[in-house]
T-cell receptor, first 113, second 114 residues
Framework: GESVGLHLPTLSVQEGDNSIINCAYS??????FIWYKQESGKGPQFIID???NMDKRQGQRVTVLLNKTVKHLSLQIAATQPGDSAVYFC????WGAGNMLTFGGGTRLMVKP | DGGITQSPKYLFRKEGQNVTLSCEQN?????MYWYRQDPGQGLRLIYY???????QKGDIAEGYSVSREKKESFPLTVTSAQKNPTAFYLC?????????????FGSGTRLTVV
């Protein structure tokens, strides 16, 4: 698994608005995707996952959308709250890679009160 | 409670010193991983192990060493050969079965060279 060593893009949203965080993946053979949330100074925490035989999956206030045609994954957060401020990483498992995750570069979400 | 524990939370190293970061899990996971995270950046894989007494280099293994003598433990040594060791280090564990399962992460160790 590798990640991009670039500084993170930032998404700034108003409290109460919906947030959409995007992730482009490179391997068309990937068949499992995860979103992680990392708060400052802490380890990443699992938010939601989706398999390649699905286009959409919903959790509590979060929805993940998978567009395999353009190899794009998005995380939607409804009614964004200050506690949602964090860095969000997507990760994928290419088919045949066992359980080795490949992480995307991450996006920093900042929620303005 | 099952989980993964990293210690210490903060670690200071002098130039030329080796230091060892601890990672212990009681999740009965076969696989364990070490990642490095620099400020404002993503995760980079240092080493991983999918079974006891075996481990593989990741993308940035130079200057680091690991051991996997027990299933529960995967310590990382940052050697003096690592020229820029100041970073946030994350340990993770997972099952190894194919099918797609996430990693469980520890809370990290912040290493600073003084």
């Amino acid at each position: 698994g590798e990640s991009v060593g670039l500084h993170l893009p930032t998404l700034s949203v108003q409290e109460g608005d919906n947030s959409i965080i995007n992730c482009a993946y490179s391997n068309s053979a990937s068949d499992y995707f995860i979103w992680y949330k990392q708060e400052s100074g802490k380890g990443p925490q699992f938010i939601i996952d989706i398999r390649s035989n699905m286009d959409k999956r919903q959790g509590q206030r979060v929805t993940v959308l998978l567009n395999k045609t353009v190899k794009h994954l998005s995380l939607q957060i409804a009614a964004t709250q200050p506690g949602d401020s964090a860095v969000y990483f997507c990760a994928e498992i290419p088919w045949g890679a066992g359980n080795m995750l490949t992480f995307g570069g991450g996006t920093r979400l900042m929620v303005k009160p | 409670d099952g989980g993964i524990t990293q210690s210490p939370k903060y670690l200071f190293r002098k130039e030329g010193q080796n230091v060892t970061l601890s990672c212990e899990q009681n999740l009965n996971h076969d696989a364990m991983y070490w990642y490095r995270q620099d400020p404002g950046q993503g995760l980079r894989l240092i080493y991983y192990s999918q079974i006891v007494n075996d481990f593989q280099k990741g993308d940035i293994a130079e200057g680091y060493s690991v051991s996997r003598e027990k299933k529960e433990s995967f310590p990382l040594t940052v050697t003096s050969a690592q020229k820029n060791p100041t970073a946030f280090y994350l340990c993770a564990s997972s099952i190894t079965e194919t099918g797609g399962y996430g990693y469980t992460f520890g809370s990290g160790t912040r290493l600073t060279v003084v």
